[in-house]
């Protein structure tokens, strides 16, 4: 089988949107065990159809149309089982998924910029910090801070992140 441009952009896509997609399944199936079955099913059925993806829109929002319809061809097989969620509820809850997926990028996009607006000495200690596996206290006696000192100053940088994005996502509420 020859590997081309478009099967390496599909794997890159997939791979990238599949823990997201693994956990909007979850959400609407009962039985664990049947997520990986319908995840198979959905990438099948993208990998299929991704000729006629539009790149101008997001592969995850593609691919959660694709696995909801798989998940509803495995509601159909699994009738007989008797352990599935009603249609209502497994519409609710994708509707509501997509709702909450959309606020955490907003959330995200807003944190992004609410870090660039830190000054630098708190942005690197964000850094540090949080893109690190290290711990308050090793960072603390490589920087030469008291340990309680770079709590409360992570504190202090984590109450204006909080307050940057409230205040972001006011703001594009209010502009929508």
Not at 119 to 136: A, W
Request: with cysteine.
């Amino acid at each position: 089988m020859e590997f081309t441009k478009q099967n390496e952009e599909f794997v890159r896509l997939y791979a990238k949107a599949e823990g997201r997609l693994r956990r909007y399944v979850g959400a609407l199936v009962p039985v664990t065990s049947d997520v990986d079955d319908i995840l198979q099913e959905t990438a099948i059925a993208l990998m299929r159809k991704f000729d006629q993806y539009d790149v101008t829109q997001p592969f995850f929002n593609w691919a959660c149309r694709f696995a909801l319809y798989e998940v509803m061809q495995h509601r159909k097989r699994a009738k007989t089982r008797g352990r599935h969620f009603s249609e209502e509820v497994v519409e609710s809850i994708a509707a509501e998924y997509q709702q909450h997926q959309q606020l955490s990028d907003l959330r995200k996009a807003a944190l992004s910029v609410c870090l660039r607006k830190l000054k630098s000495q708190d942005r690197k200690l964000v850094e540090l910090r949080y893109f690190s596996e290290e711990t308050v206290e090793s960072l603390a006696t490589r920087i030469e801070e008291p340990t309680a000192k770079l709590y409360r100053s992570l504190a202090r940088i984590r109450y204006l992140l909080a307050n940057c994005v409230r205040r972001s996502l006011a703001a594009s509420e209010g502009a929508s």
